[in-house]
C-alpha cells in the first residue's frame, strides 16, 4: 500500500497550495470534532447512572420466588409510586409529595425530574418444549419434557403462554438484547401492566401464582420508558433477568439513553457547525470523484490517503441520512404518546440506531484526526515513520499470522484449563480478551493458580517467556531494523523548502514592517542609513578612528562561464597526452614527499638527544596564490 501523497513543498506554488490545503482542512477538522461531541450529552451518563443506583440494582443470581418478590416490592413501587394524600393547598401546587414522585396532574415521576411515559410491560422470551434423551428414571421428576439452551432456532415464536399471546419484533418494535450468555432475539410474550400501582401489584401476584415464569423460559424483561425535560432526555431502561438452562436468574439493569434534539434542533453553533462539516464533506467527495476519472480507479485506491477520504465520505453520508430520520422520528413518537397515553412506547429501534451513530461518529473523527498526517511529509521524522511501515508491513503481517496462531492458542488453552473456576476464562471470547489484558500485564495470577494448582503456573510462565521475551521482542526489532536502514537514506532537498519559503516571507514582512514604522517617525533610522559614516570607538590600545571598510558586492560566477573565460580547451590529442603523462609524474613525486617526511618524523622520535638530530630541511616559501580577477563586464 502506497502512502504518497499529492501534497508537495519543491516550489512556491506548490507550497501555497499545501497550506491553503491545511487551512481548509484544519477547518473541516474543527467542524467534524464539534459535530461528534454534540452526539453525546454531557449529562449522559450521570443520567444512567443515577437511574441504576435509584434501583439499587447489581449483577447477581437469584431464584423464581426472589425475582417475584423483587418486582412486587422494589421495581414495580419505584415506577408507580401511590399518590400521597394532598393536604393542603401549598403541598398540591408545588408539585405533589414530599418525595416527589407523584405530580398533582397524575404523571408519574421518578427521582423527581423523570416523566414516565406511558406504562411499563413485562416481556418473556421462551425455548420449545422437547422430549428428553436421559434415563427414564431421571426424567420421569420432569414429565419426560426437556427445555434446551437458548438458540433462534429452539425460540419459541408461537402460540400462548397462560393468557399471553407472542408477539414479533416488528409488532412489538423491539431489537435484539445482548444478555450475558446470549444475544435473544426480539419479540417475546409480553403482559402490559397499568399506571395504577395496585392493579399492577394484583397483576403480578397473579402472573406468579399461575407460574408465568417455568422452566422455558430463557429471559425476563421489566421495561419502561423515562423522559427528562430539563435536559430533553428519553431513558430506555430495561431490568433484566437470563434464565441459563441450569437453573437460576441472573439479574441485571440495561440502561439506554437518547437526545430529543439532533443537530439541526440543537444550538445555532452546533447547526452552523453541521452545515459547514456537510458542505466541506461534499466538497471532498466531489474532489474525489474528480480525481478517480483523472487517475483511473486503480491508481486512486492504491493510495492510503484516498482510501481514508472513501470511508470519511461514506460515514459522512450515513451521519446525514440518521440526521434527517432522527427528528421525525421522535416527533412522531411524541405524537403517539400523547395519542395513547396508557400504552407501552418502545424506543429499541431509535435507541439502537442512536448507539451505531455514536460509534459511527467515533470513527469518523478518529479518521479525520489521523489524516492530518498527510501533511506531515515536510517533516523528516515523518517521512521516516511512513518510509519505515511501507517497507516492514510484508514482515509485520506474517508476524502477526505467527502471534495470532499462538494468541488463539493460548486462550483455547486457557478455557479448557480454567474455564470451570475462572470467570474469566468461561467462554472461548471472555478467554481470548482475558489473554489480550494479559498482554497488558492485567493478569490475576491467584485466581488463575486456585482454577489449576499444577499447569495454572505453567501456563503463566509459558506465556510470560513466549509472548513478552520473545515475539514483543522480534516485533520491536522488524521496526527497529527498518527504521535504521530508513534513517541511511537522504530525504530530498525538496521536502525542506518549507522552512525557506517561510524564512522569505518573514524577512519580506519584516522589512516592510520597518519601512512602515520610519514612515510614520515611530522607528528613525540609523546614522549609517542617513548616509553618513560613524567613526569608530578609540579602544584601550588609542587606536585612531577611521571609517569602516565598505562592504563590496559579491558577483556569482558559474563554473561553465571561468572555465570557458580563464581556461584554453586542449584540442591536439599530443598535448592531452602530453598533460597526462606530468600530471601522474606530479602525483609520484608526491607520494615521494609524503613518505620522506613520515621517515622524518619517525627519526626524530628515535633521536632522543637533540644536539645528534639531523638538520630539518628549509621550508621552501610557498609561492605567492595567483589571484583571478574577473571581467565584471562579460
Given at each position: 500500500m502506497n502512502f504518497e501523497t499529492n501534497v508537495k513543498y519543491d516550489s512556491d506554488k506548490n507550497i501555497r497550495r499545501a497550506l491553503g490545503s491545511i487551512t481548509l482542512y484544519c477547518i473541516f477538522i474543527v467542524v467534524t470534532t464539534a459535530v461528534a461531541i454534540s452526539v453525546r450529552h454531557h449529562y449522559l451518563y450521570y443520567f444512567n447512572y443515577a437511574i441504576k443506583r435509584h434501583f439499587m440494582i447489581y449483577e447477581r443470581v437469584v431464584t423464581y420466588e426472589e425475582w417475584w418478590s423483587e418486582l412486587a416490592e422494589v421495581f414495580v413501587p419505584e415506577v408507580l409510586q401511590e399518590p400521597q394524600a394532598e393536604e393542603n393547598d401549598d403541598d398540591t401546587t408545588s408539585g405533589g409529595d414530599a418525595s416527589g414522585n407523584r405530580s398533582t396532574k397524575g404523571e408519574l415521576n421518578i427521582l423527581r425530574e423523570n416523566l414516565l411515559l406511558g406504562i411499563p410491560r413485562l416481556r418473556q422470551i421462551r425455548v420449545e418444549a422437547e422430549e428428553c434423551s436421559a434415563r427414564k428414571s431421571f426424567v420421569k421428576h420432569f414429565h419426560g419434557i426437556c427445555y434446551p439452551i437458548y438458540s433462534y432456532w429452539n425460540q419459541?415464536?408461537?402460540?400462548?403462554?397462560?393468557?399471553?399471546?407472542?408477539?414479533?419484533?416488528?409488532?412489538?418494535?423491539?431489537?435484539?438484547?445482548?444478555?450475558?450468555?446470549?444475544?435473544?432475539?426480539?419479540?417475546?410474550?409480553?403482559?402490559?401492566?397499568?399506571?395504577?400501582?395496585?392493579?399492577?401489584?394484583?397483576?403480578?401476584?397473579?402472573?406468579?401464582?399461575?407460574?408465568?415464569?417455568?422452566?422455558?423460559?430463557?429471559?425476563?424483561?421489566?421495561?419502561?420508558?423515562?423522559?427528562?425535560?430539563?435536559?430533553?432526555?428519553?431513558?430506555?431502561?430495561?431490568?433484566?433477568?437470563?434464565?441459563?438452562?441450569?437453573?437460576?436468574?441472573?439479574?441485571?439493569?440495561?440502561?439506554?439513553?437518547?437526545?430529543?434534539?439532533?443537530?439541526?434542533?440543537?444550538?445555532?453553533?452546533?447547526?452552523?457547525?453541521?452545515?459547514?462539516?456537510?458542505?466541506?464533506?461534499?466538497?471532498?467527495?466531489?474532489?474525489?470523484?474528480?480525481?478517480?476519472?483523472?487517475?483511473?480507479?486503480?491508481?486512486?485506491?492504491?493510495?492510503?490517503?484516498?482510501?481514508?477520504?472513501?470511508?470519511?465520505?461514506?460515514l459522512a453520508s450515513v451521519s446525514f441520512s440518521y440526521n434527517i430520520f432522527h427528528p421525525f422520528y421522535l416527533r412522531y413518537y411524541l405524537k403517539e404518546v400523547e395519542a395513547k397515553p396508557t400504552a407501552y412506547h418502545s424506543l429499541d429501534v431509535i435507541c439502537w440506531l442512536n448507539k451505531n451513530y455514536m460509534n459511527l461518529m467515533a470513527v469518523l473523527a478518529f479518521i479525520v484526526w489521523v489524516k492530518v498526517f498527510q501533511f506531515f511529509n515536510f517533516n523528516k521524522t515523518a517521512l521516516r515513520l511512513n518510509m519505515t511501515f511501507v517497507k516492514c508491513y510484508r514482515d509485520l503481517l506474517n508476524f502477526v499470522v505467527i502471534f495470532l496462531i499462538l494468541f488463539l492458542s493460548y486462550a483455547v488453552f486457557g478455557m479448557l484449563l480454567f474455564g470451570e473456576a475462572h470467570q474469566d476464562f468461561v467462554v472461548f471470547p471472555l478467554a481470548f480478551w482475558s489473554v489480550m489484558r494479559m498482554v497488558l500485564a492485567d493478569f490475576d495470577y491467584v485466581a488463575v493458580e486456585r482454577a489449576n494448582r499444577v499447569l495454572g503456573p505453567l501456563y503463566f510462565l509459558s506465556f510470560i517467556v513466549i509472548v513478552y521475551f520473545i515475539l514483543i521482542n522480534m516485533f520491536l526489532a522488524i521496526i527497529f531494523d527498518t527504521f535504521r536502514e530508513i534513517k541511511k537514506i537522504e530525504i530530498p532537498s525538496e521536502n525542506n523548502q518549507l522552512s525557506q519559503f517561510f524564512k522569505k516571507y518573514w524577512d519580506k514582512g519584516k522589512a516592510g514592517g520597518m519601512k512602515a514604522l520610519n514612515t510614520i517617525g515611530l522607528c528613525k533610522p540609523s546614522r549609517s542609513a542617513r548616509g553618513g559614516t560613524p567613526l569608530r570607538d578609540v579602544g584601550a590600545e588609542n587606536e585612531p578612528p577611521f571609517p569602516p571598510r565598505p562592504k563590496t558586492k559579491k558577483i556569482k560566477v558559474t563554473k561553465s562561464e571561468i572555465l570557458q573565460n580563464y581556461f584554453q580547451v586542449v584540442n591536439n590529442k599530443r598535448d592531452a597526452e602530453q598533460i597526462d603523462r606530468l600530471t601522474k609524474h606530479i602525483a609520484a613525486l608526491e607520494e615521494i614527499l609524503a613518505k620522506m617526511g613520515n621517515d622524518i618524523k619517525h627519526l626524530e622520535a628515535e633521536t632522543p638527544d637533540p644536539s645528534t638530530r639531523p638538520e630539518q630541511p628549509r621550508q621552501v616559501k610557498a609561492p605567492p596564490r595567483i589571484k583571478v580577477f574577473i571581467d565584471r563586464k562579460k
Open positions: 419459541q415464536t408461537t402460540g400462548e403462554h397462560v393468557g399471553t399471546e407472542y408477539g414479533t419484533a416488528s409488532d412489538l418494535d423491539t431489537m435484539p438484547v445482548s444478555g450475558r450468555m446470549h444475544t435473544y432475539w426480539g419479540g417475546g410474550f409480553v403482559q402490559h401492566l397499568s399506571r395504577d400501582l395496585n392493579a399492577s401489584l394484583d397483576l403480578v401476584v397473579a402472573l406468579a401464582q399461575l407460574g408465568w415464569l417455568d422452566r422455558g423460559t430463557r429471559l425476563i424483561i421489566f421495561e419502561f420508558t423515562l423522559y427528562n425535560h430539563n435536559t430533553d432526555l428519553f431513558n430506555n431502561v430495561k431490568i433484566l433477568g437470563e434464565v441459563p438452562a441450569t437453573g437460576g436468574v441472573l439479574l441485571f439493569i440495561e440502561v439506554k439513553t437518547v437526545q430529543k434534539y439532533a443537530v439541526w434542533t440543537g444550538s445555532i453553533w452546533i447547526i452552523l457547525a453541521a452545515v459547514i462539516f456537510y458542505l466541506m464533506a461534499l466538497y471532498y467527495l466531489i474532489g474525489g470523484v474528480l480525481a478517480t476519472k483523472k487517475q483511473g480507479c486503480k491508481k486512486y485506491i492504491k493510495n492510503f490517503w484516498n482510501l481514508c477520504d472513501i470511508v470519511i465520505s461514506i
